[in-house]
């Protein structure tokens, strides 16, 4: 049964851990991240962008997919699934469609109207037992090829949303999605140790997961990172995976046109990408 990723991420920022939430795309992705958070007993959070919600058809077809996953692949770790970066409507339609958790995106709104339209969300999501991320200053992120640099969140703006009653909280300091360009300067540990002060027991989330290197992880665990989200270094080592396969031209005359045979190279390299993620982020026998 899919659960809340409240309690998850309560237990990981007093545990000194992170949970990874892993972004899905298809049912080979799904299985994948599945699969090794049962062989490796951690909890895990599936994250499902509007974008990869269109592609699998909609929400409710997801739904379907995770929870027969659930049952018949026998897996007992607690998993969420979670809506990324939605905006207002989209959180109401994978509330109904059967989400167990969703991220309310309004860091583009100025604020007053991050606070008004979050504040109804979160009653809203505490009436169903669905746990609500929120956003404040943006992340990032390669756009028509012109990579925006991370913004820091104000750490007072922070306070007023996470005083809102909301579960997580996304800030911005300085992560960015996708691959980070040369001449990043890094995670802001001065914005997170002030929005972590101000905002308490209050489970912070890291974005962008993909290419920090695995010391800023840790401090950002320490200092109050309780959920990371990785998406592109699962998409980049599945295409690279698949892409060695095909050019390999092994078996592609007899049965490998299969799409299992084809997909499987692809599929292990997740496994082996969420594993090493769960591992460094210490979510590892933590279900
Ligand atoms: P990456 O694509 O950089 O791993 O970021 C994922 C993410 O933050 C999804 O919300």
Redesign the pocket.
């Known amino acids: 049964m899919l659960v809340s990723a409240k309690e998850m991420l309560v237990k990981a920022k007093a545990g000194h851990y992170a949970v990874g939430q892993f ?1 899905i795309n298809n049912l080979e992705w799904t299985k994948a991240v599945l699969q090794t958070a049962q062989e490796n007993n951690s909890p895990v959070i599936l ?1 499902v962008s509007e974008g990869a919600g269109k592609y699998m058809t909609g929400y409710k077809t997801i739904v379907g997919m995770v929870n027969g996953m659930l049952e018949e692949m026998g897996i007992t770790v607690p998993v969420a699934l979670h809506l ?2 939605g905006s207002y409507d989209h959180c109401f339609k994978c509330i109904e469609a059967g989400f167990s958790s969703v991220m309310f995106d309004g860091s583009h709104y100025p604020i007053e109207e991050n606070i008004e339209k979050t504040k109804e969300l979160v009653g809203v999501c505490a009436a169903k037992g669905i746990s609500l991320e929120a956003e404040v200053g943006s ?1 990032g992120g390669e756009e028509d090829g012109v990579v925006g640099m991370g913004e820091c969140a104000d750490p007072n703006e922070c306070k007023a949303i996470a005083d809102l009653g909301i579960d997580f909280l996304a800030a911005g300091i300085g992560n960015i ?2 691959k980070y360009p040369e001449n990043w300067a890094g995670l802001s540990f001065e914005t997170l140790d002030a929005i972590q002060k101000l905002t308490g027991d209050m489970p912070l989330v890291l ?4 290419g920090i290197p695995t010391d800023m992880i840790k401090r950002a665990i320490e200092l109050g990172v309780a959920k990371i ?5 699962c998409q980049l080592t599945f295409a690279e995976a698949t892409r060695k396969y095909i050019e390999s031209g092994k078996d592609l005359e007899g049965k490998g046109f299969d799409p299992r045979k084809l997909l499987a190279p692809g599929v292990e390299a997740i496994k082996a990408t969420v594993k090493e993620k769960m591992e460094i982020f210490g979510s590892v026998n933590k279900a």
């Open positions: 972004n994250g990324d970066h992340i999605h996708g974005h962008g997961g993909t989200n990785v998406n592109t270094e």
